[in-house]
Protein backbone atom coordinates (compact mmCIF):
# COMPACT_ATOMS: atom_id res chain seq x y z
CA UNK A 1 0.00 0.00 0.00
CA UNK A 2 1.18 3.72 -1.10
CA UNK A 3 0.81 6.17 1.94
CA UNK A 4 -0.30 9.05 0.85
CA UNK A 5 -0.90 10.73 3.93
CA UNK A 6 1.48 13.48 5.10
CA UNK A 7 4.29 12.69 7.58
CA UNK A 8 4.28 14.03 11.16
CA UNK A 9 7.76 15.36 11.94
CA UNK A 10 8.59 17.00 15.48
CA UNK A 11 7.84 20.52 15.35
CA UNK A 12 11.36 20.92 16.17
CA UNK A 13 12.75 19.84 12.80
CA UNK A 14 11.02 23.21 11.40
CA UNK A 15 12.51 25.50 14.33
CA UNK A 16 15.75 24.07 12.97
CA UNK A 17 15.13 24.40 9.51
CA UNK A 18 14.34 27.62 10.11
CA UNK A 19 17.41 28.31 12.08
CA UNK A 20 19.49 27.54 8.74
CA UNK A 21 17.00 29.44 6.96
CA UNK A 22 18.05 32.50 9.02
CA UNK A 23 21.70 32.17 8.61
CA UNK A 24 21.67 32.58 4.86
CA UNK A 25 22.08 36.09 3.37
CA UNK A 26 18.54 36.86 2.67
CA UNK A 27 16.72 37.76 5.43
CA UNK A 28 14.74 35.33 7.31
CA UNK A 29 11.50 37.09 6.42
CA UNK A 30 11.77 37.17 2.67
CA UNK A 31 13.21 33.24 2.97
CA UNK A 32 9.81 32.97 4.60
CA UNK A 33 7.63 34.68 2.36
CA UNK A 34 9.47 33.70 -0.95
CA UNK A 35 9.94 29.92 0.11
CA UNK A 36 6.85 29.07 2.54
CA UNK A 37 4.35 31.40 1.15
CA UNK A 38 3.52 32.49 4.46
CA UNK A 39 2.30 35.15 5.75
CA UNK A 40 0.82 33.92 9.43
CA UNK A 41 1.32 30.36 10.24
CA UNK A 42 -0.72 29.35 13.13
CA UNK A 43 -0.45 26.42 15.66
CA UNK A 44 -2.87 23.33 14.43
CA UNK A 45 -5.13 25.81 12.37
CA UNK A 46 -4.98 27.54 8.90
CA UNK A 47 -2.20 29.73 8.22
CA UNK A 48 -2.45 32.78 6.27
CA UNK A 49 -0.90 32.19 2.44
CA UNK A 50 1.25 35.15 0.44
CA UNK A 51 -2.14 35.33 -1.88
CA UNK A 52 -4.68 35.85 0.99
CA UNK A 53 -5.77 32.88 1.20
CA UNK A 54 -5.84 30.47 4.15
CA UNK A 55 -4.52 26.99 4.08
CA UNK A 56 -1.80 25.07 5.69
CA UNK A 57 1.66 26.96 4.63
CA UNK A 58 4.02 24.76 2.86
CA UNK A 59 5.74 23.94 5.98
CA UNK A 60 2.98 22.35 7.53
CA UNK A 61 2.17 20.77 4.16
CA UNK A 62 6.17 19.35 4.17
CA UNK A 63 6.71 18.54 7.52
CA UNK A 64 3.27 18.04 9.00
CA UNK A 65 4.32 20.78 12.11
CA UNK A 66 2.14 23.31 12.88
CA UNK A 67 3.83 24.96 16.03
CA UNK A 68 5.23 28.25 14.40
CA UNK A 69 4.06 31.36 14.56
CA UNK A 70 5.16 34.75 12.71
CA UNK A 71 3.50 37.69 11.78
CA UNK A 72 4.83 39.70 9.20
CA UNK A 73 3.43 42.16 6.16
CA UNK A 74 6.27 44.16 4.25
CA UNK A 75 5.74 45.62 1.48
CA UNK A 76 5.68 43.19 -1.14
CA UNK A 77 3.04 40.75 0.63
CA UNK A 78 0.70 44.08 0.64
CA UNK A 79 1.13 44.44 -2.74
CA UNK A 80 0.76 40.81 -3.38
CA UNK A 81 -2.59 40.24 -1.25
CA UNK A 82 -3.81 43.38 -2.52
CA UNK A 83 -4.10 42.04 -6.53
CA UNK A 84 -5.17 38.84 -5.22
CA UNK A 85 -8.28 40.51 -3.15
CA UNK A 86 -9.06 42.97 -6.02
CA UNK A 87 -9.53 39.55 -8.52
CA UNK A 88 -11.26 37.86 -6.29
CA UNK A 89 -13.70 41.28 -5.76
CA UNK A 90 -14.36 41.03 -9.49
CA UNK A 91 -14.58 37.37 -9.50
CA UNK A 92 -17.83 38.00 -7.12
CA UNK A 93 -19.25 40.51 -9.14
CA UNK A 94 -18.88 38.26 -12.16
CA UNK A 95 -20.63 35.49 -10.09
CA UNK A 96 -23.30 38.02 -9.54
CA UNK A 97 -23.43 38.77 -13.40
CA UNK A 98 -26.58 37.26 -15.09
CA UNK A 99 -24.92 36.00 -19.25
CA UNK A 100 -26.79 37.65 -21.80
CA UNK A 101 -26.10 39.56 -24.80
CA UNK A 102 -26.23 42.91 -22.76
CA UNK A 103 -23.61 41.68 -20.42
CA UNK A 104 -21.17 40.28 -22.86
CA UNK A 105 -19.21 43.61 -23.38
CA UNK A 106 -19.18 43.69 -19.53
CA UNK A 107 -18.36 40.45 -18.92
CA UNK A 108 -15.49 40.35 -21.31
CA UNK A 109 -13.68 43.35 -19.85
CA UNK A 110 -13.94 42.23 -15.97
CA UNK A 111 -12.11 39.05 -17.09
CA UNK A 112 -9.51 41.09 -19.05
CA UNK A 113 -8.64 43.00 -15.64
CA UNK A 114 -8.71 40.03 -14.17
CA UNK A 115 -6.08 39.10 -16.90
CA UNK A 116 -4.16 41.82 -16.34
CA UNK A 117 -4.08 41.94 -12.29
CA UNK A 118 -2.48 37.69 -12.72
CA UNK A 119 0.26 39.45 -15.74
CA UNK A 120 0.92 41.75 -12.62
CA UNK A 121 1.37 39.26 -9.88
CA UNK A 122 3.56 37.13 -12.32
CA UNK A 123 5.76 40.34 -12.47
CA UNK A 124 5.81 40.99 -8.85
CA UNK A 125 6.67 37.71 -7.82
CA UNK A 126 9.40 36.87 -10.51
CA UNK A 127 10.96 40.07 -9.49
CA UNK A 128 11.28 39.37 -5.56
CA UNK A 129 12.36 35.84 -6.35
CA UNK A 130 15.62 37.22 -7.26
CA UNK A 131 17.97 34.71 -9.08
CA UNK A 132 18.79 31.22 -7.87
CA UNK A 133 16.17 31.22 -5.02
CA UNK A 134 15.53 28.13 -3.29
CA UNK A 135 16.68 25.73 -6.22
CA UNK A 136 13.96 26.70 -8.31
CA UNK A 137 15.86 28.34 -10.89
CA UNK A 138 17.50 25.76 -13.45
CA UNK A 139 19.15 26.06 -16.50
CA UNK A 140 18.13 25.07 -19.39
CA UNK A 141 20.56 22.49 -20.73
CA UNK A 142 19.80 20.38 -23.95
CA UNK A 143 18.24 20.07 -27.02
CA UNK A 144 14.93 20.20 -25.12
CA UNK A 145 13.56 20.52 -21.71
CA UNK A 146 10.72 18.10 -20.37
CA UNK A 147 9.22 18.84 -16.73
CA UNK A 148 7.56 16.30 -14.78
CA UNK A 149 4.29 17.16 -13.25
CA UNK A 150 2.07 15.07 -11.12
CA UNK A 151 0.18 14.66 -7.66
CA UNK A 152 2.96 13.55 -5.00
CA UNK A 153 4.25 9.65 -4.83
CA UNK A 154 3.16 9.44 -8.96
CA UNK A 155 6.65 8.07 -8.83
CA UNK A 156 8.24 10.90 -10.84
CA UNK A 157 11.63 10.75 -8.77
CA UNK A 158 11.41 7.27 -9.90
CA UNK A 159 11.60 7.34 -13.22
CA UNK A 160 14.11 10.71 -13.43
CA UNK A 161 16.27 8.25 -11.80
CA UNK A 162 15.97 5.57 -14.07
CA UNK A 163 16.09 7.66 -17.09
CA UNK A 164 18.92 10.22 -16.49
CA UNK A 165 21.65 10.03 -13.97
CA UNK A 166 20.32 12.21 -11.66
CA UNK A 167 19.68 10.45 -8.07
CA UNK A 168 16.33 12.13 -6.90
CA UNK A 169 15.14 10.68 -3.44
CA UNK A 170 12.64 8.64 -3.59
CA UNK A 171 9.86 7.56 -0.78
CA UNK A 172 6.42 6.00 0.05
CA UNK A 173 5.41 9.52 1.48
CA UNK A 174 3.93 12.86 -0.10
CA UNK A 175 6.35 15.45 -0.69
CA UNK A 176 9.60 13.73 -1.13
CA UNK A 177 10.92 15.98 -3.53
CA UNK A 178 10.84 19.75 -2.32
CA UNK A 179 13.01 21.34 -5.17
CA UNK A 180 13.71 20.78 -8.59
CA UNK A 181 16.22 18.11 -9.58
CA UNK A 182 17.73 18.17 -12.87
CA UNK A 183 18.84 15.05 -15.07
CA UNK A 184 20.04 14.56 -18.60
CA UNK A 185 18.66 11.77 -20.63
CA UNK A 186 20.47 10.75 -23.66
CA UNK A 187 18.33 9.44 -26.47
CA UNK A 188 18.96 8.94 -30.33
CA UNK A 189 21.88 11.63 -31.13
CA UNK A 190 20.33 14.13 -28.48
CA UNK A 191 20.13 15.16 -24.70
CA UNK A 192 16.97 15.76 -23.51
CA UNK A 193 16.65 17.50 -19.99
CA UNK A 194 14.93 16.13 -17.12
CA UNK A 195 13.36 17.86 -14.19
CA UNK A 196 11.81 16.55 -11.59
CA UNK A 197 9.67 18.57 -9.48
CA UNK A 198 7.55 18.76 -6.01
CA UNK A 199 4.14 17.09 -6.32
CA UNK A 200 1.51 18.89 -7.62
CA UNK A 201 -1.80 19.31 -5.64
CA UNK A 202 -5.18 20.97 -6.03
CA UNK A 203 -5.14 24.66 -5.43
CA UNK A 204 -1.09 24.97 -6.76
CA UNK A 205 -2.14 28.03 -8.81
CA UNK A 206 -3.11 29.55 -5.81
CA UNK A 207 0.23 29.03 -3.94
CA UNK A 208 -0.49 25.27 -2.31
CA UNK A 209 2.17 23.37 -1.63
CA UNK A 210 5.04 24.75 -3.61
CA UNK A 211 2.72 25.04 -6.22
CA UNK A 212 3.74 28.37 -8.00
CA UNK A 213 7.34 27.03 -8.08
CA UNK A 214 6.02 24.40 -9.98
CA UNK A 215 4.16 25.77 -12.06
CA UNK A 216 6.67 28.65 -13.16
CA UNK A 217 9.30 25.65 -13.68
CA UNK A 218 6.57 24.13 -16.24
CA UNK A 219 6.31 27.23 -17.71
CA UNK A 220 9.77 27.06 -18.89
CA UNK A 221 9.23 23.37 -20.44
CA UNK A 222 9.55 22.21 -23.81
CA UNK A 223 7.26 19.35 -23.55
CA UNK A 224 5.01 18.74 -19.97
CA UNK A 225 5.01 14.99 -18.71
CA UNK A 226 1.83 14.72 -16.60
CA UNK A 227 2.14 11.36 -14.42
CA UNK A 228 -0.45 10.25 -11.73
CA UNK A 229 -0.76 6.52 -11.30
CA UNK A 230 -3.96 4.04 -11.52
CA UNK A 231 -5.38 4.62 -8.32
CA UNK A 232 -5.70 8.57 -9.28
CA UNK A 233 -6.69 9.09 -12.57
CA UNK A 234 -8.97 12.03 -11.92
CA UNK A 235 -5.51 13.92 -11.07
CA UNK A 236 -4.84 14.31 -14.98
CA UNK A 237 -8.29 16.64 -15.07
CA UNK A 238 -7.08 18.68 -11.16
CA UNK A 239 -3.50 19.13 -12.75
CA UNK A 240 -4.93 20.56 -16.21
CA UNK A 241 -7.12 22.65 -13.98
CA UNK A 242 -3.85 23.72 -11.96
CA UNK A 243 -1.76 24.46 -15.60
CA UNK A 244 -5.08 26.50 -16.89
CA UNK A 245 -5.00 28.25 -13.21
CA UNK A 246 -1.67 29.34 -14.30
CA UNK A 247 -2.04 30.70 -17.26
CA UNK A 248 -0.18 27.44 -19.11
CA UNK A 249 -2.70 26.29 -21.87
CA UNK A 250 -2.07 22.46 -23.11
CA UNK A 251 -2.40 20.99 -26.43
CA UNK A 252 -3.80 24.05 -27.98
CA UNK A 253 -2.14 26.73 -29.77
CA UNK A 254 -2.22 30.51 -29.54
CA UNK A 255 -5.33 31.79 -31.03
CA UNK A 256 -5.10 33.70 -34.24
CA UNK A 257 -5.78 36.83 -32.85
CA UNK A 258 -2.86 39.87 -34.65
CA UNK A 259 -3.00 43.21 -32.96
CA UNK A 260 -1.58 46.34 -34.95
CA UNK A 261 -1.03 49.31 -32.54
CA UNK A 262 -1.56 53.56 -33.57
CA UNK A 263 -0.60 56.42 -32.41
CA UNK A 264 -3.87 57.71 -32.56
CA UNK A 265 -7.53 57.45 -34.87
CA UNK A 266 -9.35 54.86 -32.13
CA UNK A 267 -9.88 51.34 -32.15
CA UNK A 268 -11.03 48.96 -35.18
CA UNK A 269 -12.05 45.49 -34.48
CA UNK A 270 -12.02 43.52 -37.93
CA UNK A 271 -13.35 40.22 -38.11
CA UNK A 272 -14.17 38.29 -41.76
CA UNK A 273 -15.56 35.51 -39.55
CA UNK A 274 -19.03 35.88 -38.03
CA UNK A 275 -18.13 35.81 -34.12
CA UNK A 276 -20.48 34.69 -31.62
CA UNK A 277 -20.07 38.36 -29.55
CA UNK A 278 -20.79 41.74 -31.05
CA UNK A 279 -17.27 42.96 -31.99
CA UNK A 280 -17.70 46.36 -30.56
CA UNK A 281 -17.57 43.89 -26.76
CA UNK A 282 -13.78 43.78 -27.73
CA UNK A 283 -13.11 47.43 -27.18
CA UNK A 284 -13.27 47.36 -23.58
CA UNK A 285 -10.93 44.27 -23.23
CA UNK A 286 -8.49 45.69 -25.60
CA UNK A 287 -8.69 48.67 -23.91
CA UNK A 288 -8.03 47.25 -20.56
CA UNK A 289 -4.43 45.87 -22.37
CA UNK A 290 -3.58 49.14 -23.18
CA UNK A 291 -4.85 49.24 -26.84
CA UNK A 292 -6.80 51.96 -28.09
CA UNK A 293 -5.75 52.68 -31.38
CA UNK A 294 -5.23 50.68 -34.05
CA UNK A 295 -6.82 47.18 -35.38
CA UNK A 296 -7.49 43.98 -32.93
CA UNK A 297 -7.86 41.18 -36.27
CA UNK A 298 -9.59 38.37 -35.55
CA UNK A 299 -8.54 35.88 -38.01
CA UNK A 300 -10.42 32.76 -36.72
CA UNK A 301 -13.36 32.07 -35.06
CA UNK A 302 -12.74 32.61 -31.31
CA UNK A 303 -14.05 33.24 -27.65
CA UNK A 304 -13.90 36.07 -25.42
CA UNK A 305 -11.53 34.08 -23.30
CA UNK A 306 -9.51 33.36 -26.06
CA UNK A 307 -9.18 37.42 -27.02
CA UNK A 308 -7.97 37.84 -23.57
CA UNK A 309 -5.56 34.93 -23.41
CA UNK A 310 -4.03 36.41 -26.86
CA UNK A 311 -3.43 39.83 -25.11
CA UNK A 312 -2.31 38.49 -21.62
CA UNK A 313 1.57 38.20 -21.33
CA UNK A 314 1.36 35.63 -18.98
CA UNK A 315 -0.25 32.89 -20.69
CA UNK A 316 2.15 30.30 -22.74
CA UNK A 317 0.74 26.98 -24.85
CA UNK A 318 2.81 24.06 -23.97
CA UNK A 319 2.11 20.42 -25.42
CA UNK A 320 1.84 17.55 -22.37
CA UNK A 321 1.60 13.84 -22.65
CA UNK A 322 -0.14 11.98 -20.08
CA UNK A 323 1.26 8.93 -18.40
CA UNK A 324 0.34 6.59 -15.67
CA UNK A 325 2.68 5.17 -13.59
CA UNK A 326 2.42 1.88 -11.66
CA UNK A 327 1.09 -0.17 -14.22
CA UNK A 328 2.59 -3.41 -12.83
CA UNK A 329 -0.61 -2.60 -9.98
CA UNK A 330 -3.40 -3.09 -12.29
CA UNK A 331 -4.60 -5.75 -15.16
CA UNK A 332 -4.04 -4.85 -18.70
CA UNK A 333 -7.25 -5.06 -19.40
CA UNK A 334 -7.95 -2.37 -16.98
CA UNK A 335 -5.72 -0.05 -19.43
CA UNK A 336 -7.22 3.16 -20.93
CA UNK A 337 -5.91 3.58 -24.41
CA UNK A 338 -5.66 6.87 -25.14
CA UNK A 339 -3.02 7.05 -22.26
CA UNK A 340 0.77 5.86 -21.87
CA UNK A 341 0.95 3.01 -19.10
CA UNK A 342 4.70 2.56 -17.51
CA UNK A 343 5.91 0.86 -14.67
CA UNK A 344 8.94 2.87 -13.52
CA UNK A 345 9.55 0.44 -10.70
CA UNK A 346 9.67 -2.95 -12.64
CA UNK A 347 11.12 -0.69 -16.36
CA UNK A 348 8.32 -1.19 -18.47
CA UNK A 349 7.09 0.61 -21.20
CA UNK A 350 10.01 3.31 -20.75
CA UNK A 351 11.28 2.43 -24.23
CA UNK A 352 8.15 3.45 -25.85
CA UNK A 353 7.99 6.78 -23.48
CA UNK A 354 11.39 7.74 -24.83
CA UNK A 355 10.02 7.66 -27.90
CA UNK A 356 6.68 9.47 -27.61
CA UNK A 357 8.44 12.09 -25.56
CA UNK A 358 11.29 12.26 -28.57
CA UNK A 359 8.60 12.35 -31.44
CA UNK A 360 6.42 15.07 -29.10
CA UNK A 361 9.26 17.46 -28.77
CA UNK A 362 9.81 17.28 -32.64
CA UNK A 363 13.27 17.05 -32.73
CA UNK A 364 15.13 16.00 -35.95
CA UNK A 365 18.76 14.78 -36.67
CA UNK A 366 20.60 16.16 -39.25
CA UNK A 367 24.55 15.74 -39.78
CA UNK A 368 27.15 17.92 -41.11
CA UNK A 369 29.57 17.42 -43.92
CA UNK A 370 32.44 19.17 -44.08
CA UNK A 371 33.62 20.49 -47.51
CA UNK A 372 36.10 17.73 -48.33
CA UNK A 373 34.20 14.78 -46.72
CA UNK A 374 31.60 12.14 -47.92
CA UNK A 375 27.83 12.82 -46.85
CA UNK A 376 27.75 10.77 -43.59
CA UNK A 377 26.22 10.63 -40.05
CA UNK A 378 29.25 11.53 -38.35
CA UNK A 379 28.27 14.70 -37.24
CA UNK A 380 24.99 14.92 -36.10
CA UNK A 381 23.19 17.96 -34.90
CA UNK A 382 20.06 18.35 -33.06
CA UNK A 383 17.25 20.31 -34.73
CA UNK A 384 13.50 21.23 -34.30
CA UNK A 385 10.74 20.40 -37.17
CA UNK A 386 10.42 23.96 -38.46
CA UNK A 387 14.09 24.69 -38.55
CA UNK A 388 15.90 25.63 -41.55
CA UNK A 389 18.96 25.10 -42.89
CA UNK A 390 19.67 28.88 -41.65
CA UNK A 391 19.16 28.08 -38.60
CA UNK A 392 21.67 25.40 -38.56
CA UNK A 393 24.46 27.66 -39.69
CA UNK A 394 23.47 29.77 -36.58
CA UNK A 395 23.29 26.92 -34.38
CA UNK A 396 26.90 25.69 -35.07
CA UNK A 397 28.55 29.06 -35.63
CA UNK A 398 28.20 33.09 -37.06
CA UNK A 399 31.04 32.09 -39.41
CA UNK A 400 29.30 30.21 -41.41
CA UNK A 401 26.55 32.40 -42.12
CA UNK A 402 29.22 35.02 -43.55
CA UNK A 403 29.07 34.39 -47.15
CA UNK A 404 26.92 31.56 -47.27
CA UNK A 405 24.08 31.33 -49.16
CA UNK A 406 23.54 27.75 -50.49
CA UNK A 407 23.56 24.25 -48.92
CA UNK A 408 24.30 21.29 -50.44
CA UNK A 409 22.10 18.18 -48.91
CA UNK A 410 21.80 14.40 -49.33
CA UNK A 411 19.40 12.31 -47.88
CA UNK A 412 15.91 13.08 -46.74
CA UNK A 413 14.25 16.53 -48.43
CA UNK A 414 17.10 15.92 -51.27
CA UNK A 415 15.22 15.22 -54.72
CA UNK A 416 18.68 14.26 -55.67
CA UNK A 417 22.29 13.69 -53.88
CA UNK A 418 23.99 17.08 -52.99
CA UNK A 419 21.04 19.08 -54.76
CA UNK A 420 21.67 23.06 -53.93
CA UNK A 421 19.34 24.62 -52.15
CA UNK A 422 18.86 27.94 -50.47
CA UNK A 423 19.08 28.55 -46.58
CA UNK A 424 15.67 29.07 -46.36
CA UNK A 425 14.72 25.32 -46.83
CA UNK A 426 13.45 23.74 -43.91
CA UNK A 427 15.93 21.07 -41.59
CA UNK A 428 14.26 16.96 -42.45
CA UNK A 429 15.03 13.99 -39.77
CA UNK A 430 18.66 12.41 -41.38
CA UNK A 431 19.26 15.35 -44.06
CA UNK A 432 23.04 15.67 -44.37
CA UNK A 433 24.32 19.07 -45.15
CA UNK A 434 26.98 20.66 -45.96
CA UNK A 435 27.02 24.42 -46.20
CA UNK A 436 29.15 25.89 -49.34
N1 LIG B 1 4.29 -0.29 -7.69
C1 LIG B 1 5.02 0.73 -8.10
N2 LIG B 1 5.50 1.65 -7.23
C2 LIG B 1 6.23 2.67 -7.71
C3 LIG B 1 6.52 2.80 -9.09
N3 LIG B 1 7.26 3.91 -9.26
C4 LIG B 1 7.43 4.45 -8.03
N4 LIG B 1 6.83 3.70 -7.08
C5 LIG B 1 6.80 3.94 -5.63
O1 LIG B 1 6.00 5.07 -5.35
C6 LIG B 1 6.52 5.79 -4.24
C7 LIG B 1 6.73 7.25 -4.60
O2 LIG B 1 7.76 7.35 -5.55
P1 LIG B 1 8.54 8.70 -5.84
O3 LIG B 1 9.39 8.47 -7.04
O4 LIG B 1 9.20 9.21 -4.61
O5 LIG B 1 7.31 9.65 -6.19
P2 LIG B 1 7.30 11.22 -6.55
O6 LIG B 1 6.27 11.41 -7.59
O7 LIG B 1 8.67 11.68 -6.87
O8 LIG B 1 6.80 11.82 -5.16
P3 LIG B 1 7.02 13.33 -4.55
O9 LIG B 1 8.45 13.69 -4.68
O10 LIG B 1 6.61 13.15 -3.13
O11 LIG B 1 6.09 14.22 -5.30
C8 LIG B 1 7.80 5.08 -3.84
O12 LIG B 1 7.51 4.21 -2.77
C9 LIG B 1 8.18 4.29 -5.09
O13 LIG B 1 8.92 3.14 -4.80
C10 LIG B 1 6.01 1.80 -9.99
O14 LIG B 1 6.20 1.82 -11.20
N5 LIG B 1 5.26 0.80 -9.43
MG1 LIG C 1 9.80 13.09 -5.99
Known sequence: MVDHSFPKKSPKIVVIALAIINTQTETFENKLIYEFNIIFCAPGKNCTLINGSEDRCSICWTTGAYEYIISLKPD??????????????????????????????????????????????????????????????????????????????????????????????????????????????????????????????????????RGKEVLSVARGADLLVVMTDPERLNFFDKILLELEGAGIRINKRRPNVRVEKELAGGLTIVSNIKQDF????????????????????????????????????????????????????????????????????????????????????????VYLVERNEKPGTENPVIMKEDDTLEDVARDIGTEFLAGTTLAKIWGNGARFDGQEMPLSTKVQ????????
Open 76 to 209: IIRYMADIAAQIEEIEAVLRKTPHHKATNGFIGAMRAKIARLKDKEVESSSQGKGSGGGGYSVKKQGDATIVLIGPPSAGKSTLINLLTNAVSKVAAYAFTTVSVIPGMLKYRDGYIQILDVPGLIEGASIGKG
Open 429 to 436: NGMMIRFI
Open 278 to 365: ALDDVKEIAKEFGIKNGRLILKEKVTMDQIIDSLSERIVYKNAIFVVNKADTIKESHRYEDLIYISADSETGIEELKEIIWKELKLVT
